[in-house]
């Protein structure tokens, strides 16, 4: 395989090549000295349709903020900070912030979002775009793996509609996070998709900035986008996504190689995101070139053979039990290699507490957790008025059902109470010899040590940290140096969130027709 050849295997899948969407030219107003308008957006969820509890609503998207309006969504960092920071930096692009929602409350940890979240917010953005028209160009901050009911494809969908509003002449661009589930749809509506090239998205800043640019040279009819989309039929779990080993790494460069070689050319991958049960989960390469069909029907083809040969590095990996992680994490202590950390990689609701109970039954000192979802207990912990230095003799944890695992019975004293990471409840209880127990009402992935230096609590002092992490907690835990062992730690059974994508209930997706499930 490869070449300008053949691509057998795609043959039976997920081959496609898309027309040219007709883009504006510069106008005489543009030549005149009218900056380019440019709508900004944000909407951006990773759902996790296997997670339990209710369907999100707009209440849940509005329950830590209010959505930002105007101005103020252009004043957000990651992707629409690099956007914004570089489209003012031309001079000649004015910006139209469009009311965006925050995000959930719980974050990936919650299932399904109502249609309504979808048809409500969005349908605010169009209401204020068609008041702001005309309007030159479209930016829009997705995420790629939000799942809606009654709606298979929502960022598309959510380009169509905005498709609906400019014309056909107006070019629309976005983001992406790389776990999102896109197949060639998005592009059939929009001009350009810009994809983050690291896990940890490091780049997502970056993905911003190059997405203004290319807007800019679309609008000043410099750039004619040509599309191709290929799909390698493979689905990996996120945890084997990290791109700072190989194969993604090397994937990855793949990608980078073809963009430095090809002036004009950008090409990015999709890893996608198991845990939405949508039709176009898996693995998906997005190419744009200025308008150079063959080309990027040729990159398209040998990234995607390229991933196809890494298969089966991409898509296996094994992880200890939490008893095994546990006494390899005491090897660790005794023979000075600390601070160890050890993520729960699986556990999307934040409140198995197999690894706790392990560590208990071991007798690990000097360990910082966190952090345990545990509404329940926070919600005792406040009714009963319990203060810091207050004795705490509760259960937490594992209510989720059977795979989190039975509650944990902490008998310590509360060292801290208070709001944080956009919650209004967290504690941390003092237990045992040494250790720490932070508590949040939902779903809290800690990424760098900075994260829970708050109130007593020093993470320098620990030797053990229990993070509900995949990957992102390596920025701040491994890419830095700050903890020598580390230990991604598997689920004691087979169920959702783990590596085994076979215990999932999809009814969206046929797991056969992806390796390494079936034989594409």
Request: net charge negative; aromatic share 12%; charged share 25%.
């Amino acid at each position: 395989m490869g070449g300008r050849g053949a691509f057998p295997f795609l043959g039976l899948l997920f081959v496609v090549a898309l027309p040219a969407i007709p883009t504006a030219c510069a106008t005489a107003e543009d030549e005149d000295g009218t900056p380019h308008r440019v709508a900004v957006a944000r909407f951006s969820h990773e759902t996790c349709t296997f997670c339990p509890g209710p369907d999100p609503g707009i209440e849940d998207w509005t329950r830590t903020r209010e959505p930002y309006r105007g101005d103020e969504l252009l004043e957000l960092g990651s992707y629409v900070g690099g956007f914004v920071k570089q489209a003012r930096e031309f001079g000649d692009i004015e910006l139209v912030g469009l009311t965006s929602p925050t995000g959930v409350w719980g974050g990936s940890s919650r299932t399904w979002n109502e249609e309504e979240v979808f048809d409500h917010f969005v349908g605010q953005m169009l209401e204020e775009l068609e008041a702001a028209l005309p309007v030159d160009g479209v930016f829009l901050s997705l995420h790629g793996a939000m799942a809606v009911r009654n709606i298979t494809r929502p960022e598309a969908e959510m380009a169509r509609r905005f498709r609906e509003v400019v014309g056909p002449n107006v070019p629309i661009v976005a983001t992406f996070d790389l776990h999102g589930n896109e197949d060639e749809e998005f592009l059939q509506w929009a001009d350009g998709a810009f994809v983050t090239k690291r896990f940890p998205h490091y780049d997502s800043y970056l993905q911003g900035e190059r997405a203004a640019r290319y807007l800019r040279l679309v609008m000043r009819g410099d750039y004619q986008p040509t599309t191709a989309t290929r799909r390698p039929p493979i689905v990996t779990p996120t945890v084997l996504q990290w791109t700072g080993a190989y194969p993604v790494m090397d994937i990855m460069e793949r990608a980078r190689r073809w963009e430095a070689r090809e002036p004009g050319v950008y090409v990015s991958v999709f890893l996608g995101f198991p845990w939405s049960d949508v039709p176009n989960i898996g693995t998906t390469v997005h190419v744009m070139t200025n308008d150079d069909q063959e080309l990027a029907e040729h990159i398209a083809e040998d990234v995607s053979d390229y991933i196809w040969r890494m298969r089966e590095d991409y898509a296996h990996g094994s992880f200890p039990s939490p008893e095994e992680a546990v006494r390899l994490t005491r090897e660790a202590t005794a023979a000075g290699e600390v601070p160890v950390v050890l993520a729960d990689y699986w556990d999307r609701p934040g409140d198995a507490t197999w690894t706790l109970s392990a560590l208990l039954d071991q007798g690990v000192s000097r360990v910082l957790y966190a952090a345990l979802t545990a509404e329940p207990t926070l919600d005792r912990i406040w009714e009963e008025g319990v203060q810091p230095g207050d004795a705490v003799r509760m259960e937490a944890g594992g209510y989720t059902g059977p795979q989190a695992g039975p509650p944990v019975q902490v008998d310590g004293t509360l060292i801290w109470r208070g709001e944080r990471w956009g919650y209004d409840r967290v504690a941390a209880v003092e237990h045992g010899d040494g250790n720490v127990l932070i508590l949040v009402p939902a779903y809290q992935q800690i990424t760098t040590p900075e994260q829970i230096r708050f109130g007593p609590i020093e993470p320098d002092d620990f030797d053990v940290f229990v993070l509900k992490t995949r990957v992102h907690f390596r920025r701040g835990f491994d890419e830095t140096g700050y903890a020598p062992t580390i230990h991604i730690v598997d689920a004691p059974g087979y169920w959702f969130g783990t590596i085994r994508l076979d215990a999932l209930e999809y009814e969206h997706v046929d797991l056969a027709r992806f390796y390494p499930f079936g034989e594409p």
